[in-house]
């Protein structure tokens, strides 16, 4: 399965409609995947979730070398040994990027899961603005520990194809201004580095930290 991101739109479409154009078309390739796994193979009976989908049989990550928000390669040697949840965005998001990391930062306090159980993952998908130093300071505003990666746009894309996740880059109305859309959904990855679970928007805690609980065994 793989999710492309779609040409640039114009700016006279509204931003919510762009938005859900996105997260609709990783959401199908996503489904489609899935699809074409269990037709494939009989995967064992996934948890039956509230608030996403877990998948019957994790499925792997493509090989990829990411930058760490302390300017360190971030590789799947650090997904190994406990769960990741992730979510990509951008610093410049003006709504749903800090919504959606303060719920995660909110989470892993409800579930009393410190990084060495749960490891916090923001992916930027503006590697032109979010540098090392910028996404540092960011993530330090929600506290929790959350770590914010990044890379080149080659390697991004592939990484964010392999996890599913689609992004766009919408010109604005100068030179040089831009805002992106991006899926909106969170990713949980296993302790072997595999996607295990999809959590769409709109999410809410309690049904989020429910089953959470329930995949991870908490």
Known sequence: MRARAHPPQTSVTPKPLRIAA???????????GIFTASR?????AAPQLASGTALGEPRPVAAFTLTDHDGQPYTQAQLQGRW???FAGFTHCPDV???TLALMAQLRRQLAAGPERLELLFLSVDPDRDTPEQLK?????FGA????VTAPAAPLDAFCSSLGLAYVKV????????TVDHSAALVLLDPRGRIAAYFPPPHRLDTLAADLGRIMGT
């Open 40 to 44: 494939l193979s009989a995967p064992r």
């Open 97 to 99: 990027c800090p919504t």
């Open 137 to 141: 300071r960011y993530t330090a505003h």
């Open 171 to 178: 010109p604005g109305a100068r030179a040089g201004d831009y």
């Open 145 to 148: 520990g959350i770590r914010g």
């Open 22 to 32: 996105v997260a609709a078309a990783a959401l199908a390739a996503l489904a489609l």
């Open 84 to 86: 990741t949840l992730l």
